[in-house]
C-alpha cells in the first residue's frame, strides 16, 4: 500500500507561477504550461474544511486539468477571477441569529438573520443541522441549499438554545 506522502506527491499539482485565470465574459478561462482553457470548472476538494486549498480545475470536458494547492499562491488577478466563481458556485450565508424555529407540517420552519439579509427555509430532518469540528455548524434546507454558523457559541443565548434543540 503506498505511503500518504507518495500519493500526495503524485497529484497533478499546478504550478501557479505559470498559471493565469481570468472571466471573458460569462467564461472562466486558464492559460497554464501555453495552453488556454476556455469554459474550466473549479471545485473545492475539501469545500467544509478547506475552502482556499485544494482547488480541482477542471476543462468543458469535465476532465481534471490540475489542483491548486492554495489560492493565495495566485496572483492578485487570478486569484479575485478564482474566489468569485468560487463564490458563486458554493454561495452560502452565514446565520448570525436564529429568530424562531417551529415545526410545521412535519418539517422544521427556521426563521434566521443572515450576512445576505433576512431568510426563511425550510428543514426536512434533524440530519440536515451538523455540528462539524471547531463549533461549526452546517444546515441544510428542504432545497438542497446549505447555511452556515462559524462557531455557534459566538451566537446570542436565545438563538443557540434554539440551535442546541436541533443539534
Known amino acids: 500500500m503506498p505511503k500518504v506522502s507518495e500519493m500526495v506527491n503524485s497529484l497533478p499539482w499546478l504550478d501557479c507561477e505559470q498559471l493565469r485565470i481570468w472571466r471573458d465574459g460569462d467564461e472562466l478561462c486558464m492559460s497554464y504550461g501555453g495552453t488556454v482553457y476556455r469554459r474550466i470548472k473549479p471545485v473545492r476538494l475539501f469545500p467544509l474544511t478547506a475552502k482556499d486549498r485544494m482547488i480541482s480545475i477542471f476543462d468543458e470536458a469535465g476532465k481534471e486539468i490540475g489542483i491548486i494547492r492554495e489560492i493565495k499562491q495566485l496572483d492578485a488577478k487570478s486569484r479575485a477571477a478564482l474566489e468569485s466563481e468560487l463564490s458563486e458556485r458554493y454561495f452560502m450565508p452565514r446565520i448570525t441569529k436564529i429568530n424562531a424555529i417551529k415545526i410545521e407540517f412535519g418539517m422544521m420552519k427556521w426563521d434566521v438573520e443572515t450576512d445576505r439579509g433576512r431568510r426563511q427555509f425550510l428543514v426536512r430532518e434533524r440530519n440536515d443541522v451538523q455540528l462539524l ?26 438563538s443557540r438554545a434554539l440551535l442546541e434543540e436541533q443539534l
Not at 452546517?138 to 447555511?147: K, R
Open 133 to 158: 469540528l471547531g463549533n461549526r455548524v452546517l444546515i441544510v434546507d428542504a432545497d438542497g441549499n446549505p447555511y452556515e454558523i462559524p462557531n455557534y457559541m459566538t451566537l446570542d443565548a436565545q
